[in-house]
Structure formats: C-alpha cells, structure tokens
C-alpha cells in the first residue's frame, strides 16, 4: 500500500515544540542571524548561535538540534560545524544542514560536501539548483538563488529524481523549495504546493526555514520527516498569510516580513491540517 501523510501527526509538531522547548544550536550567516533566531523563538524553541572552535562541541552537547548554515563560509567557519556535528552526531540529535550556496564557487562546494561526507545529516534543505550541484551536476549557481532554469515547471519531475536519488546516497531526508515544496526520504515524498512569490523577495527565507526545521525535528526526532514537512507547511501557508495581509495594508516587501513572523508565531495545529496543499508522489 502506497504511503499516505497523515496530516494530523504533521500539524501535532507544532504543538509539541511549544510543549517541549527544545534547544537548536544554529551556527548560520551574519545576514539572516536575527531572523533565524526569532524565528525559532517564534514557535516556542530556545536557540543559542554559539560559532567559536572553543565551545561549539560543548554547546552541541546541550542542545536537542544542531542547524548548519554555509551561507558565510571560511576556515574557522568550516571547523566549527565540523566539531559541532561530530558531538550532535555523538549525541544523537538531528542535524539539519543548509547548503548555501552550494555551486557558486570550488571552495564553497568542497565545503559542503566534506561536510556531507564527515557527518550524518537528518535534513538537507535547500533549493534546486543547490542540490543539483550536490547530486554530482556540473552546473554553476546564482549564489544564494536558484537559476530560472531550475524554476521550469517542465523540469520538475528531473529535479525530484535527482532529490530522490540524494537522499537515498545522503540517508538525509532531502527538502528540495522552490514553487513547490519537494521533501523525501528516498523512500516516501510529498509536494508541498503552499508559499508565495514575496518569499523569494526578502533575504533569508531559505535559512529561515531551516532553523524552523531545527526546531520541529529537535522536538519530534523520532518523526523527522512530518517535522520537515511540517516546516515547509508552516513557511509557505504563513507565507500566504503575510501577503494577505502586506497587500490589505498596501504594504512593501519590510512589512512582508513583520507580518511573516507574526503568521509563523501564531500558526496552530488547526490553521496548518486545513491549509496544507499537500500531493503524495
């Protein structure tokens, strides 16, 4: 029998994260920092963004997620995650790594793929073009930005193969964003047809999302993948919502944000089950 989500054990996660606070360790980029620690205090998460090669290990050893974000890399940068994951692996805790950028440069991608290769990712999230790149193809990136080409509808079906195939070689479940939502384990998968445009129109939606997925997997670690799913859900219906609302108030792309960090705060486990655009693959 083919799997089915069960949409109320996906909503369940938001309740338990603000029932158990658990605690994400994120060792992310300056730029979205602010934003992705108020965003896991938003749904009921503790953070601590500890990123010295002096305490990374320890402070991994206190937390019940680890999110790894290469969106700034450099060679304290890289040890630092280093160290971080072997103890989150050590540990047990689920560790969520954000390729950032992933293809923009050689050195960025040996990066992320040693870090592929050292330590055991729960979650890998990031857009087509990103994991392109990690799935073995030759191609360049826009940087943080997925390319147009990537974007095609026409080439959705190659990019979710190419997902499926990563997350089996990775063991990682694989959250593939872009128009639609693509999460799987290899195994199993969905496409998640919620969000709106005005996500890809502020910095740091992506590594926002991430640390979500921090916190719901720290919560729930034995249902990883209803966390992820749960994250992607959560980002894109608030995304909905938040537009709603900046267009009501003819508002821009700053009261976007205000208003998308209101939504995620205020979502319960009621507002996700209905609003979930939900498709078994």
């Known amino acids: 029998m083919a799997w089915q989500p069960d949409l109320q054990q996906i909503a369940a996660v938001l309740g338990c994260t603000r029932s158990r606070a658990p605690l994400v360790h994120a060792i992310t980029n300056q730029i979205t920092m602010n934003d992705c620690a108020n965003v896991v205090l938003s749904v009921g998460a503790g953070v601590v963004m500890a990123s010295s090669v002096r305490e990374v290990e320890e402070v991994a050893g206190l937390a019940d997620a680890l999110v790894l974000n290469t969106g700034n890399p450099g060679t304290d940068t890289l040890q630092a995650m ?93 959250v593939m964003t872009g128009k639609a939502d693509f999460i799987t384990d290899g195994d199993k998968a969905c496409l998640l047809y919620n969000g709106h445009e005005m996500l890809s129109r502020i910095t740091g939606s992506g590594c926002m999302l991430s640390a979500l997925t921090g916190a719901y997997c720290a919560a729930q670690p034995q249902r990883l993948f209803e966390a992820a799913v749960a994250a992607a859900g959560v980002m894109g219906l608030a995304g909905e919502q938040a537009y709603y609302k900046t267009h009501c108030q003819q508002g821009g792309t700053a009261s976007f944000r205000l208003h998308l960090l209101d939504a995620i705060s205020l979502m319960r486990e009621d507002t996700l089950q209905r609003g979930l655009k939900l498709e078994v693959r």
């Open 82 to 174: 280093r160290l971080a994951g072997r103890a989150a692996n050590r540990k047990g805790i689920p560790v969520v790594l954000d390729p950032v950028g992933a293809g923009s440069s050689r050195s960025r991608t040996a990066l992320i793929r040693q870090l592929l290769q050292e330590l055991s990712i729960s979650v890998l999230r990031g857009n087509a073009s990103e994991l392109r790149v990690l799935a073995g193809e030759n191609i360049s990136s826009r940087g943080v930005d997925v390319s147009v080409q990537d974007t095609a509808w026409t080439d959705m079906r190659l990019r979710m193969d190419e997902a499926r195939a990563l997350a089996q070689r990775t063991k990682a479940i694989v």
